[in-house]
C-alpha cells in the first residue's frame, strides 16, 4: 500500500508502486486538505458577487461569459464531455496507470476544489486495473493536455470507454460491476481534471524510468562491443578525465573500467595507437547524455509534486487565482532535449556496430566465417541505421512550435505533449539500437577466444547465448534481433 501524501513523491518509489503493484490511500493530512478546500470554494461561491474563471464563467475565450449558479454542475460535465476529443493511436496502458497516479498526487494537495469522493474514484480506478482509454493526439501542452485527460475522467461520469480484464468496455458497465455510481461534479470540478499536465508528465516518467536502464545496458553493451573490437583501455583512465571534470563522463569512464576490470582481452598488446571516436569517446558522449538526462529528471521531479490545474484555490490566503501552471513549456523543453540525449546513444551505438560489421582488427567482414556465401550481420546494421535516422527527424523539436487557439486567449501553447509521444518513441528505437549492437558485439566477442573478458561481460555474454546463439550461417534475423530487444528489456543491467 502507498499513502497518497503531500511529501515528494519520486521516481524510485513510482518504480517500487508499479513493480510491486501496491494499492493507493490518501493519507489523512491528504483527506483533510482536499476536504478543507472544497469547504472553502463552496462557502466562497455562496456569498461572492462576480465572476471567478472556470467556476461560474464559461473555459478559454468564453470566459467573459457568466453561468448562471443553477448550471454550474452542468457546465462541469459539459466541459468533461467536449474535450474528449482525443484522436489517434490509444496511450499505452502503463502511461494511462501514471496519468492516474499523477492526477491523484496533484489533487491531494487540496488547491483544486475537487470533492473527496471524486479523487478517491480515481484511485479505485488505479487500484483495480480500471484503465481509461485515452487518445495520444489532442492536447497543445497548455491549458493543460486537456483532450487526453477528458477521456481519462470521462469513466468518472460513466461516460467514455475502459480497459479491464484485458478488453475494452463501456466504462458505465464496469462501474455496474463494482457498484460504484457515477461522479456528480461540482463546480470547478471539471476544469481541475482536465487542466493539468499529467498526460506529459507521464510519458516523461516513463520515459525517465527506461532511461535509467538503457543508460546502463548502454555502457554494458558498449563494452561488450569494445571487447569484441579489441580496444584499448587508455581513453577510460581517470587522470584524462579529472581535467574535464563533467559528472556524466567521469561516471561513464568509471563504469568502463569496472565493466572491462580483470579482462584477458583489455590487457593483451594492442598493434593499433587509437579507437575509432564510436569507442573511444563513449564517456564523453555517454556522459553528456547522462548529464542531459539529469537535468530532466530534475525538471520532472518538480512537475510531478505541483499543483498545475487552474484557477487555483487558496483557502489560507482567500484567494482563487488564474494562472498559468498548466503551461508545459518546462516538460516540452525537457522532452525534447531528453529525446536527443536518447537518440545520441543510439547513434553511437550505431557507429560501433558498423565498425565491428568492418572487417577490421581481425574479425570477418559481417561477422560470420565464410562471408560471400553468408550475408552474416550486414542487415541488421542497415536496421540500426534506419531507426537512427528516424530518431533524428523525431528530434526536431516540439518545444520551439506554438499555434494559436480558443480565437487568441490561448495564443502560445508549448506542444510538450507531441514533445512527449516523439520521445515514446525514441525511448522504444534505442532499445532496438542497442539490441542490435548487443547481437554485433557478443558475435565479434567469439572471434577473440579464447581470451576472456571480465567477469561481468562474460556473465552478460553467457545469459544472453541462452535466448540467442552464436551466428554460425545465415538464418532467419528478425527472429535473432527480436529476441535481443526482448533480452534487453527484461534483463536487470547492473554495474
Not at 560470420?368 to 536496421?383: C, E, R
Request: aromatic share 8%; charged share 20%.
Amino acid at each position: 500500500m502507498h499513502n497518497i501524501t503531500t511529501s515528494i513523491l519520486d521516481f524510485n518509489t513510482i518504480a517500487e508502486i508499479f513493480s510491486s503493484n501496491k494499492k493507493l490511500v490518501l493519507s489523512e493530512d491528504a483527506k483533510n486538505n482536499i476536504t478543507r478546500c472544497r469547504e472553502y470554494l463552496d462557502k466562497k461561491m455562496a456569498t461572492h458577487q462576480g465572476p471567478i474563471y472556470g467556476i461560474n464563467t464559461g473555459f478559454g475565450s468564453l470566459c467573459d461569459v457568466v453561468i448562471p449558479d443553477s448550471d454550474l454542475e452542468k457546465l462541469q460535465q459539459n466541459l468533461v464531455m467536449s474535450h474528449a476529443c482525443g484522436t489517434g493511436d490509444e496511450v499505452p496502458a502503463v502511461v494511462v496507470k501514471l496519468m492516474l497516479l499523477l492526477k491523484i498526487q496533484a489533487l491531494s494537495y487540496g488547491k483544486s476544489g475537487v470533492q473527496l469522493v471524486t479523487v478517491e474514484r480515481l484511485i479505485d480506478f488505479f487500484n483495480n486495473d480500471i484503465l481509461p482509454v485515452v487518445y495520444q493526439q489532442g492536447s497543445l501542452g497548455a491549458s493543460g493536455d486537456l483532450s487526453p485527460l477528458a477521456h481519462m475522467c470521462l469513466p468518472l461520469l460513466g461516460l467514455g470507454e475502459v480497459f479491464y480484464k484485458g478488453k475494452k468496455q463501456p466504462a458505465a458497465d464496469v462501474l455496474k460491476q463494482f457498484n460504484f455510481e457515477a461522479i456528480k461534479l461540482r463546480s470547478k470540478e471539471g476544469l481541475a481534471l482536465l487542466n493539468g499536465t499529467q498526460f506529459m508528465s507521464a510519458y516523461g516518467v516513463w520515459c525517465l524510468l527506461q532511461t535509467k536502464r538503457l543508460t546502463i545496458a548502454a555502457d554494458i553493451i558498449g563494452a561488450v562491443s569494445l571487447e569484441g573490437f579489441d580496444g584499448r583501455l587508455d581513453p577510460f583512465k581517470p587522470h584524462l578525465h579529472s581535467i574535464r571534470p563533467h559528472k556524466g563522463q567521469i561516471q561513464t569512464a568509471e563504469n568502463m573500467r569496472k565493466l572491462l576490470e580483470g579482462s584477458e582481452i583489455i590487457k593483451r598488446n594492442k598493434t593499433h595507437v587509437q579507437d575509432p571516436y564510436s569507442f573511444r569517446c563513449i564517456p564523453q558522449v555517454h556522459g553528456a547524455s547522462k548529464d542531459a538526462i539529469a537535468y530532466v529528471e530534475h525538471v520532472f521531479l518538480t512537475e510531478i509534486n505541483s499543483v498545475t490545474d487552474n484557477p487555483t484555490v487558496f483557502p489560507e490566503e482567500d484567494e482563487i487565482l488564474s494562472g498559468g501552471n498548466f503551461h508545459g513549456q518546462p516538460l516540452a523543453l525537457a522532452l525534447d532535449f531528453l529525446a536527443i540525449a536518447l537518440a545520441e546513444l543510439g547513434s553511437i551505438s550505431e557507429r560501433r556496430t558498423y565498425q565491428l560489421i568492418a572487417g577490421l582488427r581481425g574479425l570477418p567482414s559481417f561477422l560470420v566465417a565464410t562471408p560471400g556465401l553468408n550475408s552474416g550481420l550486414m542487415i541488421p546494421q542497415y536496421t540500426a541505421a534506419s531507426i537512427v535516422s528516424q530518431n533524428k527527424q523525431l528530434c526536431s523539436p516540439a518545444s520551439v512550435d506554438s499555434i494559436v487557439s480558443s480565437n487568441g486567449q490561448e495564443d502560445h501553447v508549448s506542444m510538450g505533449s507531441n514533445a512527449a509521444t516523439k520521445c515514446y518513441k525514441v525511448v522504444e528505437n534505442l532499445q532496438r539500437i542497442l539490441a542490435i549492437e548487443l547481437l554485433n558485439g557478443s558475435q565479434a566477442l567469439e572471434f577473440r577466444r579464447p581470451l576472456k573478458s571480465s567477469a561481468i561481460i562474460e556473465n552478460l555474454v553467457s545469459d544472453y547465448r541462452k535466448h540467442v546463439p552464436f551466428v554460425e550461417a545465415d538464418k532467419i534475423m528478425f527472429t535473432e534481433i527480436e529476441k535481443s530487444v526482448q533480452f534487453l528489456k527484461h534483463t536487470p543491467f547492473v554495474i
